[in-house]
């Protein structure tokens, strides 16, 4: 019998509550399939739903991952910024927008954060052509963890004049606000009620809020005031067009969805755990999509 060395198996995941509609496992396994047999390891990526409900379960689902060898996990709502106080070493990125999303087990049992969905959001934007991120004045509409990730890595990309709105005012003036003070970046908080003026002259609109989701309100805004020849950009992957993003098309402005961001920031989370930074195949952004069909 000849001997043979298996190839390594590494096991990961998305932790979150829910996660049955989540693309994640779709987008890293077909990773693991493409480069596991080049690179020597197999693996599984697998979701694991936990309640925020019981106190306790966040740490005990992380304790339990250390325990059974995981490589480490992807966190999505609503863990993202209660899971930091189980992390050992929290990444600069990480640290400043208050958030990981992405856990690595070293071998020595210690637990690393990050988060990758600034990089994943401005990756997005580089994919269809926007690399000039100082030129006219940034529009962003939210204030929560997926603004706020939006709105530094715009301003590490070299953004120079960005305006942000939100539903609640303060909220709004409390991220820029804290954005001045922490990071020295000039963030222009804007009044909800005038988000439609907000738009003149901008270059990019990005909306950072949860209006627009599946099963969610509509985003209110009226895009007169918006350039024609801004890019008009959503977080949100699901609808894959936002009504905000059908409303862009209709007016012959150029659009993102969401899908671009998931993708791109699971790059850096897959080569922390595989060792390996995978492409953004057409074959991959193919089986994505066909899962909205």
């Known amino acids: 019998m000849t001997n043979s060395i298996k190839p390594a198996y590494k096991v990961a995941g998305i932790m ?28 599984d990526y697998i979701r694991l739903p936990v309640k925020p409900e019981d106190p306790n379960g966040l740490k005990a689902a992380i304790a339990g991952m ?39 087990f070293a071998d020595d049992g210690s637990i690393s954060g990050f988060n990758n969905d600034g990089f994943g959001y401005v ?16 529009a962003v509409l939210g204030a929560g963890g997926a ?49 439609c003026q907000f738009l003149e002259g901008a270059s990019l609109l990005v909306n ?23 890019l008009v950009s959503d977080v949100i992957y699901v609808p894959l067009e936002t009504p905000l993003l059908a409303a862009a098309k209709a007016r012959g402005h150029q659009t993102v969805n969401g899908l671009g961001m998931l993708l791109n920031q699971a790059r850096p989370a897959f080569k922390a755990w595989f060792g390996v930074m995978p492409e953004i195949t057409p074959e991959l952004r193919a089986k994505a999509l066909a899962t909205f069909n």
């Open 16 to 43: 979150g509550w829910p996660v049955g509609q989540s693309r994640s496992p779709l987008i890293h396994n077909y990773w693991i399939a493409k480069y596991g047999p080049e690179f020597g390891f197999s693996g």
């Open 208 to 230: 950072a809020t949860s209006q627009g989701m599946y099963g969610q309100p509509a985003l209110d805004i009226n895009l007169d005031a918006l350039p024609v020849s801004a």
């Open 123 to 138: 990756e997005s934007l580089r994919e269809v052509g926007y690399t000039d991120f100082a030129k006219g004045s940034i």
């Open 147 to 195: 603004a706020r990730a939006v709105l530094l890595a715009l301003a590490d990309a070299g953004a120079k004049e960005i305006r942000l709105a939100n539903r609640t005012d303060a909220n709004a003036q409390a991220v820029a606000q804290k954005f001045a003070d922490e990071f020295g970046v000039s963030v222009k908080a804007v009044p909800w009620a005038n988000r």
């Open 66 to 104: 250390r325990a059974m060898g995981f490589a480490g996990c992807n966190l999505t709502m609503p863990h993202k910024t209660a899971a930091l106080p189980f992390v050992d070493h929290l990444d600069p990125m990480a640290k400043r927008m208050g958030a990981v999303n992405t856990l690595v």
